[in-house]
């Protein structure tokens, strides 16, 4: 075999390891993509699971402290806000508003005791804390997949067909958001 045979055995065989190396890196770029979007819907259920709880913590509030229209509003324009959001930085924003005012509720209930002592109040407290703890969960997979998938685009070789791909945006939220919960207290 001449050398110039070799030459082009060598290169083919360099090109089809290449191609191989390129599926690969492209079927993980896919994968990591499909598990950010699956993760995305999961944090979705959780929100939209604690959208349809905030009217009935605001019709129970309505009935001992309806002169504090202008907070219940604000409750119910922060979760129509949310709900409307379409891109991942818009619902952090309304998440991060609804969070504010769903804590001035529960400051209202310190002002009214009737209301702290309602069984449907305190029902829906307790809920609205664990569906809080849900979207923690599903948001904190969410940014580790999303961490993961950017740092596969970035990483060689897959930077040279990730930079072709869009980057997915971490959901966080402020940290005093974080710092200050609401917090659910039962008295008895």
């Known amino acids: 075999m001449s050398t110039a045979l070799w030459v082009l055995v060598?290169?083919?065989?360099?090109?089809?390891?290449?191609?191989?190396?390129m599926i690969g890196v492209y079927n993980r770029l896919v994968s990591l993509r499909?598990?950010?979007?699956?993760?995305?819907s999961q944090v979705d259920v959780q929100l939209r699971r604690r959208y349809d709880l905030i009217p009935n913590l605001v019709e129970t509030v309505k009935g001992y402290a309806a002169h504090e229209r202008e907070t219940l509003e604000n409750v119910?324009?922060?979760r129509q806000m949310a709900i409307d959001a379409s891109t991942v930085e818009e619902q952090q924003k309304a998440e991060n508003?609804?969070?504010q005012t769903l804590r001035s509720i529960f400051a209202l209930a310190e002002a009214y005791p009737n209301l702290k002592a309602d069984e449907n109040f305190r029902m829906?407290?307790?809920e609205l804390a664990a569906t809080e703890n849900k979207i923690a969960f599903a948001r904190q997979r969410y940014n580790a997949l999303v961490q993961q998938y950017q740092t596969l685009k970035q990483s060689f070789p897959a930077n040279m067909i990730g930079g072709m791909w869009p980057d997915e945006q971490f959901f966080e939220?402020?940290?005093?958001?974080?710092?200050?919960?609401?917090?659910?207290?039962?008295?008895r």
């Open 10 to 21: 060598a290169v083919v065989g360099l090109l089809v390891v290449l191609g191989v190396m």
């Open 34 to 40: 499909n598990r950010v979007r699956e993760a995305w």
């Open 76 to 78: 119910i324009k922060a």
């Open 97 to 99: 508003f609804l969070t």
């Open 124 to 126: 829906l407290q307790e």
């Open 173 to 187: 939220v402020e940290e005093q958001t974080v710092r200050e919960a609401p917090r659910v207290e039962f008295t």
